[in-house]
């Protein structure tokens, strides 16, 4: 029988379309609908595309889109050429779909070490391409129509659309700032969460609450008490959380990065997210993980086995090498990730000076490679414009660039619709640039002060 | 291959029925549970668990094993793919994130590459999404293109991913077409190695055009169509540009699966989605594997008149291995169907007699067998029964699919399994 290729498509299709009676969609009902789906509706504006794109026509300085213009260390990037290089070409072939034996095996070591637990790489982690597509496969697996996922205010743009696409509704509550000691710089410390606001976010409709911490855009670190705080209210109302984890490693001044799956009750109900992209300083090579128990991981691999299905070989294969290095290095001073933020917090010094030196007022971040900063000081260069529909520190941010040749990223970018225009006078930069980058930053803010003074 | 008997119109809306009573028999469960509810999954993924591969992978992954399952190559790619990604690691920006849509070098020389085939132009900005390998395509087309409700055709067997991508989008891989109808198309075909002729895309295409539909076109395996045989782009038929996203596979392409790269090539107003359903994802794929995959194709790109690109040098060395492989499989007194594309042979098993009436699985036989085959001959393949939908299952449950695009020492090795099959003790 199947020696021959059997009857015809046309054969089959018309004899189905005869015996039904049936008639495939109308045209009139095909001319009405879009041709792309409803779920992407409202989807299709990113501020990345449209933010990168200014930045590579415009800019000589870009402290926009969060990636360093430093090299990834050399420890890695060796572990990708040695891994080409060996006789096994097979790294160029699929590995385990849900993750690279060596990398998920190192990384339930890390992470059961970090969390004082037992983890079963096969089980508790899966690898992702890049956290953003952990982000994507948590929404998919437990997010369904109607229901609701809390937000904290600003951000990471993705989080509100990934939500929407699930058909889930985002309910957003704000971080508000608390108003520094007279002289001082505000710290990311200062932004806080009113406990009774929180608290009233969660209804039964509740499904789970998204935690950044250390938070992009602010920097901030979420404290223990914190912590505890969200963590009670996830366990009063049974509520998962997805903890994007991402800048673990870049903390200053000594604070710690506390993981919430750590916490009493939080281990049953938590996915957390991570990068090597930040991690290792390498985020084109795009591979994150999740590491949670396998009652919500389960359903994780669900949707990663039915979207991506495998991650590219070669890079886990580098990553993993990478890992097994800081596990026997590990809080040692020649660990990585003990280089990393010591290395970060000396450059968030320079820009934090550079910017305050010009009236810009930087808000002091705690974690992470952004700062945000109030340019108030500047706005006479761009004034109000009440016909525009964009918030005012887009027009500021675009008008920067093309004026001035340095990119940076508004914050409004990192809040919803309702609240984009109640913080529209700070821009984020990102400080994991090269020191002759941050100088040349520097030099544009000073010469453009002076431009100021005598005008 | 086509079901297509006259009772299939029954099957369609059987099959219809069996789903619903499903749904409503995991509501049920759902609102039963209390304390776990909150933790349930969503609606979406519901029976989309279990996977051929993920069961069949781990079975076979004993290395004493002669794997001939999955569809990797064990041969090696051309030295200068291996060569081109070593040399990027060196180069400091393409560590960090790309264009999100596609790594500029490479969305250009695909479209290079695409319009000398297509004969028309192919903007690299609009016209192409880079994603995570052909797999990623065809999530990203699926979530993009077909709304919760519609149906999608999809011709059996079928490479499995499209059934569960298409019940995640919400909507129904059947054959009746009742709402908003999509067709995938998959040519040269994985599992039985079709490739389709000019006469039966215009078949396809003049139904998509009547009925105005859009068209899957998976052609992963484009390059690797044997003598007699000439792969057409159905994109390529009047009046098909505008309705069709083609996706390819540098896995495939370079024999570098583990890449994961892949791409959709289409008209903007298609494309454009798909960019969105990106955004939303994963936002960008890898940069040094882009940029490498780039080189390669302007190294091949150069050489599309010399018959020692590697576009068709690989096919011919494939082409060799398929007719040894038939070979090896008559002369164990089995019948072969000999592909005329792809790099899959299927083969009828029924004639070896094997009973496993004793194995208490509620599997059909075809997975039966090869497991039974993969633990008491050390050779593995792929149940033909995992590429199709429930109602058939049965009629292709004798078959199994061997895959040839592997070295030397690896078919001797199945030579001489197959040589002493009927020596060997049950």
Request: some cysteine; aromatic content about 10%.
């Given at each position: 029988m199947l020696r021959r290729v059997g009857p015809t498509l046309s054969h089959f299709l018309l004899e189905r379309k005869n015996s039904t009676g049936y008639s495939l969609c109308s045209r009139e009902a095909k001319m009405s609908r879009p041709v792309q789906a409803q779920r992407l509706e409202g989807l299709d504006k990113n501020i990345w595309v449209e933010f990168v794109k200014l930045a590579a026509t415009y800019s000589k300085v870009n402290l926009g889109q969060g990636f360093p213009d430093f090299p990834a260390p050399e420890f890695l990037t060796e572990a990708f050429v040695g891994a080409l290089s060996g006789k096994n070409h097979m790294l160029h072939q699929y590995t385990r779909a849900f993750g690279h034996p060596p990398l998920v095996k190192v990384l339930a070591q890390f992470f059961g070490k970090l969390l004082g637990r037992d983890l079963d790489p096969m089980t508790n982690v899966m690898v992702t391409v890049g956290a953003y597509q952990a982000l994507f496969c948590c929404f998919q697996a437990f997010v369904d129509e109607g229901d609701e996922v809390i937000i904290i205010e600003p951000f990471f743009d993705c989080y509100e659309p990934m939500v929407k696409m699930a058909g889930g509704t985002p309910v957003f509550v704000s971080l508000r700032p608390k108003a520094p000691k007279d002289g001082k710089l505000m710290s990311s410390a200062d932004w806080q969460l009113d406990p009774a606001e929180l608290a009233s976010k969660f209804s039964e409709r509740t499904k789970a609450i998204v935690l950044n911490s250390p938070n992009n855009p602010l920097g901030k670190v979420f404290s223990r008490g914190e912590l505890e705080l969200i963590a009670e209210l996830c366990v009063k109302h049974d509520v998962l959380c997805f903890s994007d984890e991402v800048y673990e490693w870049l903390v200053y001044d000594g604070k710690e990065h506390i993981r919430i799956a750590s916490l009493q009750g939080m281990w049953d109900r938590t996915v957390m997210i991570g990068s090597a992209g930040k991690t290792f300083s390498a985020t084109g090579w795009k591979v994150g993980w999740t590491v949670g128990p396998d009652r919500l991981m389960q359903h994780v691999r669900t949707v990663h086995q039915n979207s991506v299905y495998h991650c590219a070989t070669v890079a886990q294969e580098a990553v993993s090498q990478g890992f097994q290095r800081e596990l026997s290095l590990f809080g040692k001073p020649d660990s990585y990730f003990v280089q990393l933020p010591k290395m970060l917090q000396q450059k968030r010094d320079q820009l934090v000076q550079s910017l305050d030196a010009v009236g810009m007022k930087p808000i002091i971040p705690e974690g992470t490679y952004f700062l945000v900063a109030d340019i108030s000081k500047f706005k006479s260069d761009v004034p109000d414009d009440p016909k525009s529909d964009e918030p005012y520190d887009y027009r500021f941010a675009k008008w920067m660039v093309k004026n001035k040749g340095l990119a940076a990223i508004p914050l409004s970018a990192f809040y919803s619709e309702a609240h984009k225009n109640n913080y529209n006078n700070y821009l984020r930069f990102c400080f994991a640039k090269e020191d002759a980058t941050l100088k040349a930053a520097s030099d544009i803010l000073q010469k453009w002060k002076q431009e100021k003074i005598s005008s | 291959m086509f079901c297509a008997s006259r009772n299939f119109c029954c099957h369609g809306i059987r099959t219809f029925q069996l789903r619903t009573d499903l749904l409503s028999r995991s509501i049920k469960h759902s609102a039963s549970a209390t304390m776990a509810f909150r933790h349930k999954n969503t609606s979406r993924i519901e029976g989309l668990d279990s996977n051929v591969w993920v069961e069949f992978t781990k079975v076979a992954a004993d290395p004493s094993i002669v794997n001939l399952g999955q569809g990797l190559p064990d041969i090696s790619p051309p030295s200068y793919v291996k060569e081109e990604l070593a040399k990027v690691a060196a180069v400091d920006k393409l560590n960090q994130y790309t264009r999100g849509f596609g790594h500029p070098s490479l969305v250009k020389a695909l479209s290079q590459v695409y319009e000398r085939v297509c004969g028309r132009k192919i903007d690299p900005l609009t016209d192409i999404l880079v994603t995570v390998g052909a797999y990623g395509s065809l999530f990203s087309t699926i979530q993009a293109l077909i709304e919760e409700g519609d149906e999608v055709i999809i011709i059996e067997?079928?490479?499995?991913?499209y059934e569960p991508m298409v019940k995640m989008a919400g909507a129904k891989p059947v054959f009746i077409p009742l709402r908003c109808v999509t067709i995938i198309l998959n040519t040269p075909h994985n599992p039985i190695g079709k490739v389709f002729t000019r006469e039966e895309l215009q078949v396809i295409a003049d139904l998509c055009i009547k009925h105005d539909t859009l068209c899957i076109s998976?052609?992963?395996?484009?390059?690797l169509v044997y003598k007699g045989n000439k792969h057409i782009k159905i994109?390529?038929?009047?009046?098909?540009w505008e309705r069709t996203v083609t996706i390819g596979s540098a896995g495939k392409t370079y024999s570098v699966t583990g890449w994961k790269l892949g791409w959709s090539i289409g008209p903007e107003n298609l494309i454009k989605h798909l960019q969105v359903v990106h955004q939303n994802t994963l936002y960008t794929c890898p940069t040094p594997l882009q940029e490498a995959l780039a080189q390669a194709f302007l190294i091949d790109y150069k050489r599309m008149d010399d018959p020692e690109c590697y576009f068709y040098s690989l096919s011919r060395e494939l082409e060799s291995k398929r007719d040894r492989m038939a070979q090896l499989l008559k002369e164990a007194g089995l019948t072969p169907v000999i592909p005329d594309g792809g790099y899959f042979m299927i083969v009828d098993v029924s004639t070896l007699n094997v009973d496993l009436s004793d194995i208490d699985e509620k599997q059909p036989y075809d997975y039966k067998f090869v497991k039974w085959m993969i633990r008491s001959k050390k050779l593995s393949a792929i149940p033909l029964s995992a590429f199709c939908g429930p109602e058939t299952k049965k009629q292709f449950e004798k078959y199994i699919r061997f895959c040839f695009i592997k070295k030397d020492s690896t078919l001797d090795a199945a030579e001489v399994i197959l040589k002493n099959w009927n020596k060997q003790t049950a």
């Amino acid at each position: 029988m199947l020696r021959r290729v059997g009857p015809t498509l046309s054969h089959f299709l018309l004899e189905r379309k005869n015996s039904t009676g049936y008639s495939l969609c109308s045209r009139e009902a095909k001319m009405s609908r879009p041709v792309q789906a409803q779920r992407l509706e409202g989807l299709d504006k990113n501020i990345w595309v449209e933010f990168v794109k200014l930045a590579a026509t415009y800019s000589k300085v870009n402290l926009g889109q969060g990636f360093p213009d430093f090299p990834a260390p050399e420890f890695l990037t060796e572990a990708f050429v040695g891994a080409l290089s060996g006789k096994n070409h097979m790294l160029h072939q699929y590995t385990r779909a849900f993750g690279h034996p060596p990398l998920v095996k190192v990384l339930a070591q890390f992470f059961g070490k970090l969390l004082g637990r037992d983890l079963d790489p096969m089980t508790n982690v899966m690898v992702t391409v890049g956290a953003y597509q952990a982000l994507f496969c948590c929404f998919q697996a437990f997010v369904d129509e109607g229901d609701e996922v809390i937000i904290i205010e600003p951000f990471f743009d993705c989080y509100e659309p990934m939500v929407k696409m699930a058909g889930g509704t985002p309910v957003f509550v704000s971080l508000r700032p608390k108003a520094p000691k007279d002289g001082k710089l505000m710290s990311s410390a200062d932004w806080q969460l009113d406990p009774a606001e929180l608290a009233s976010k969660f209804s039964e409709r509740t499904k789970a609450i998204v935690l950044n911490s250390p938070n992009n855009p602010l920097g901030k670190v979420f404290s223990r008490g914190e912590l505890e705080l969200i963590a009670e209210l996830c366990v009063k109302h049974d509520v998962l959380c997805f903890s994007d984890e991402v800048y673990e490693w870049l903390v200053y001044d000594g604070k710690e990065h506390i993981r919430i799956a750590s916490l009493q009750g939080m281990w049953d109900r938590t996915v957390m997210i991570g990068s090597a992209g930040k991690t290792f300083s390498a985020t084109g090579w795009k591979v994150g993980w999740t590491v949670g128990p396998d009652r919500l991981m389960q359903h994780v691999r669900t949707v990663h086995q039915n979207s991506v299905y495998h991650c590219a070989t070669v890079a886990q294969e580098a990553v993993s090498q990478g890992f097994q290095r800081e596990l026997s290095l590990f809080g040692k001073p020649d660990s990585y990730f003990v280089q990393l933020p010591k290395m970060l917090q000396q450059k968030r010094d320079q820009l934090v000076q550079s910017l305050d030196a010009v009236g810009m007022k930087p808000i002091i971040p705690e974690g992470t490679y952004f700062l945000v900063a109030d340019i108030s000081k500047f706005k006479s260069d761009v004034p109000d414009d009440p016909k525009s529909d964009e918030p005012y520190d887009y027009r500021f941010a675009k008008w920067m660039v093309k004026n001035k040749g340095l990119a940076a990223i508004p914050l409004s970018a990192f809040y919803s619709e309702a609240h984009k225009n109640n913080y529209n006078n700070y821009l984020r930069f990102c400080f994991a640039k090269e020191d002759a980058t941050l100088k040349a930053a520097s030099d544009i803010l000073q010469k453009w002060k002076q431009e100021k003074i005598s005008s | 291959m086509f079901c297509a008997s006259r009772n299939f119109c029954c099957h369609g809306i059987r099959t219809f029925q069996l789903r619903t009573d499903l749904l409503s028999r995991s509501i049920k469960h759902s609102a039963s549970a209390t304390m776990a509810f909150r933790h349930k999954n969503t609606s979406r993924i519901e029976g989309l668990d279990s996977n051929v591969w993920v069961e069949f992978t781990k079975v076979a992954a004993d290395p004493s094993i002669v794997n001939l399952g999955q569809g990797l190559p064990d041969i090696s790619p051309p030295s200068y793919v291996k060569e081109e990604l070593a040399k990027v690691a060196a180069v400091d920006k393409l560590n960090q994130y790309t264009r999100g849509f596609g790594h500029p070098s490479l969305v250009k020389a695909l479209s290079q590459v695409y319009e000398r085939v297509c004969g028309r132009k192919i903007d690299p900005l609009t016209d192409i999404l880079v994603t995570v390998g052909a797999y990623g395509s065809l999530f990203s087309t699926i979530q993009a293109l077909i709304e919760e409700g519609d149906e999608v055709i999809i011709i059996e067997p079928f490479y499995d991913c499209y059934e569960p991508m298409v019940k995640m989008a919400g909507a129904k891989p059947v054959f009746i077409p009742l709402r908003c109808v999509t067709i995938i198309l998959n040519t040269p075909h994985n599992p039985i190695g079709k490739v389709f002729t000019r006469e039966e895309l215009q078949v396809i295409a003049d139904l998509c055009i009547k009925h105005d539909t859009l068209c899957i076109s998976d052609e992963v395996y484009e390059w690797l169509v044997y003598k007699g045989n000439k792969h057409i782009k159905i994109a390529t038929l009047p009046g098909m540009w505008e309705r069709t996203v083609t996706i390819g596979s540098a896995g495939k392409t370079y024999s570098v699966t583990g890449w994961k790269l892949g791409w959709s090539i289409g008209p903007e107003n298609l494309i454009k989605h798909l960019q969105v359903v990106h955004q939303n994802t994963l936002y960008t794929c890898p940069t040094p594997l882009q940029e490498a995959l780039a080189q390669a194709f302007l190294i091949d790109y150069k050489r599309m008149d010399d018959p020692e690109c590697y576009f068709y040098s690989l096919s011919r060395e494939l082409e060799s291995k398929r007719d040894r492989m038939a070979q090896l499989l008559k002369e164990a007194g089995l019948t072969p169907v000999i592909p005329d594309g792809g790099y899959f042979m299927i083969v009828d098993v029924s004639t070896l007699n094997v009973d496993l009436s004793d194995i208490d699985e509620k599997q059909p036989y075809d997975y039966k067998f090869v497991k039974w085959m993969i633990r008491s001959k050390k050779l593995s393949a792929i149940p033909l029964s995992a590429f199709c939908g429930p109602e058939t299952k049965k009629q292709f449950e004798k078959y199994i699919r061997f895959c040839f695009i592997k070295k030397d020492s690896t078919l001797d090795a199945a030579e001489v399994i197959l040589k002493n099959w009927n020596k060997q003790t049950a």
